[in-house]
């Protein structure tokens, strides 16, 4: 099968500090693919690298090919507004922008230009993003009025407008409850039979619930990629199991 | 030694609040003397009529609608210039370009420039070179616009406010959380679009409080208009951007200096100048009324 994405030797600096050495990975369709490993590891640098949001920090730079579809994101001319909504990000702090729930779903199509069958697509994201039942009756209520696990499902279903072929998850999960968890995981296992998803989380046993391969990351390097299964149960490395056995991080 | 202490500290005490005290006393004092002697003279027909050839009778019509139409013309220019310079150096600029340097340093310099400096200003650029230039291309260089007229007096007062509306506007863009711009971003916005979809939004409130800055400071200014625009006395209102006009600050200084008899001209004086605090409040107060309304928009949708 054709990687989606496929990073050879990839190298990337904050100034010049040194965020990710030489990562080689492919990702692979309809896949969920975990990213554990210690905080400063060069998880959020890896998936912010992959749709380009790190182009709007200053100092960053990179070397090595990102190549999406065998297009080589960082040296071909290619429309990153159009690049950002093939690969769709959600944000560990829940963003809802200030104005109503529709406003936040319309908005993504609405900067697209193509803002046809919104309500459609309105109900068709929030019960993708399993929002629907709790926000059906009041969809022009603020959506800052929402709790934090119902923003960060309503971010979900608002990157779900753009349609998608990868989700980028940046530990979605990190400030919510169980239960919101929960739902956001189930989202992500019915997700995966349109999109691909890559889930950086901080927390172990969130990426071996969902996961189907998991990479782990140590001071920018990708120490390994496998099965989740493998990785949990027999990992190549020493380093691999000593984190998720929780003896350091 | 306690009873040092507290002495001095009751001592300063009584220092800060007899300061505040002061601000209060001279405010009423102002808007007291100015109410008390203009109050007799005000009537509908005084605010409704013209004055008379040596000012000392009739009414101040003239200078009302002036001040009115200047200080909206000035707002029409100098909000939307103000705005995009901002949008530009907060937004497009690269924070440690030269240029963004170079153009904050100009705005602080601008901003201490004295008034009377921006009306010779106004005369030297607007009156004569642009007003002069647009006359021998488009007017074959018949004498139209290349003289004193309430489009380039409102032109000079928007190049004296222009550095509140920047700074007024750029605090409001700063206020615009990082995270906002970012998620515009992810969802595939192009930089004009987190501008018109997220930020402006955002900050119109901020941007609002600089114009309405902006238009106390235009309203009753009197130096850079004194060359570009204002008149001494008219017949007539302007109807025209090329036509001169009386304006309620610059017809003050006329009946304090020039009038024949000062006596006379006193209860015109004073009503005048009653009026023109009144009207810098009522302009004021139809700005935060517009501003509080879109605040009100905002939260809505």
Redesign the interface.
């Known amino acids: 099968m054709k990687p989606i994405l496929k990073l050879d030797r990839f190298s990337a600096w904050y100034g010049d500090a040194p965020a990710l050495r030489d990562v080689s990975l492919g990702v692979y369709p309809n896949e969920i693919l975990g990213v554990i490993g210690p905080a400063g590891g060069g998880k959020t640098t890896f998936l912010r690298s992959l749709n380009r949001m790190n182009d709007l920090v200053l100092n960053f730079r990179m070397d090595g090919t990102l190549a999406y579809h065998a297009i080589d994101l960082y040296r071909s001319a290619i429309d990153i507004a159009t690049l950002r909504r093939r690969l769709g990000m959600v944000f560990a702090v829940p963003v809802p922008l200030p104005g109503s729930i529709t406003h936040n779903l319309a908005l993504g199509p609405r900067m697209g230009g193509a803002a046809d069958d919104l309500q459609a697509r309105i109900e068709k994201s929030l019960r993708a993003a399993y929002l629907w039942e709790e926000v059906k009756d009041r969809l022009d209520l603020s959506a800052l009025s929402l709790s934090g696990g119902q923003q960060q499902r309503l971010c979900l279903a608002r990157t779900l407008m753009l349609e998608p072929e990868v989700l980028l998850l940046d530990e979605p999960c990190s400030g919510l409850d169980p239960i919101s968890t929960a739902k956001i995981e189930e989202a992500l296992q019915a997700l995966k039979k349109d999109v691909t998803v890559i889930l950086v989380t901080n927390n172990v046993m969130q990426a071996s619930r969902v996961a189907d391969r998991t990479a782990f990351f140590l001071q920018g390097k990708l120490v390994e990629v496998g099965p989740t299964s493998q990785i949990f149960v027999n990992p190549k490395e020493k380093v691999t199991h000593d984190y998720i056995s929780g003896r350091f991080g | 030694m306690t009873r040092w202490i507290k002495i001095i500290a009751a001592f300063f005490t009584s220092l800060t609040g007899l300061a505040c005290f002061l601000i209060l006393l001279i405010l009423g004092v102002i808007v007291g003397d100015i109410l008390v002697h203009g109050w007799p003279h005000l009537s509908w027909e005084f605010v409704s009529t013209a004055p008379s050839a040596d000012l000392a009778h009739g009414g101040i019509f003239p200078a009302i609608f002036g001040t009115v139409a200047l200080v909206l013309i000035m707002t029409i220019l100098v909000v939307p210039l103000g705005v995009a310079a901002a949008v530009y150096l907060h937004e497009y600029a690269?924070?440690?370009s030269k240029l963004v340097h170079l153009v904050r340093l100009a705005l602080q310099n601008l901003a201490g420039v004295p008034a009377i400096v921006f009306g010779l200003f106004g005369l030297g650029l607007f009156v004569r070179f642009c007003g002069g230039s647009i006359d021998d291309l488009l007017f074959g260089g018949k004498l139209t616009i290349g003289q004193p007229c309430i489009l380039w007096a409102a032109s000079t007062l928007a190049v004296l406010t222009l550095p509140t509306v920047v700074v007024a506007t750029e605090e409001a863009l700063r206020a615009v959380p990082r995270?906002?711009r970012?998620?515009?971003?992810?969802?595939?916005?192009?930089r004009w679009?987190v501008v018109r979809?997220?930020v402006l939004?955002?900050s119109v409130s901020g941007i609002l409080t600089g114009g309405i800055l902006a238009i106390s400071r235009g309203t009753g200014d009197v130096a850079p208009i004194l060359f570009t625009g204002a008149a001494y006395y008219l017949a007539h209102l302007p109807t025209k951007l090329n036509d001169q006009f009386m304006t309620l600050g610059y017809h003050t200084y006329v009946l304090t200096t020039q009038s024949p008899d000062v006596e006379a001209t006193k209860p015109v004086l004073y009503s005048t100048a009653l009026v023109l605090l009144v009207l810098t409040f009522a302009l004021n107060f139809a700005a935060v009324l517009i501003r509080s309304k879109i605040r009100r928009k905002?939260?809505q949708?």
């Open positions: 690269r924070q440690d995270n906002y970012e998620a515009a971003y992810a969802m595939g916005a192009t679009q979809y997220v939004p955002q905002l939260r949708t």
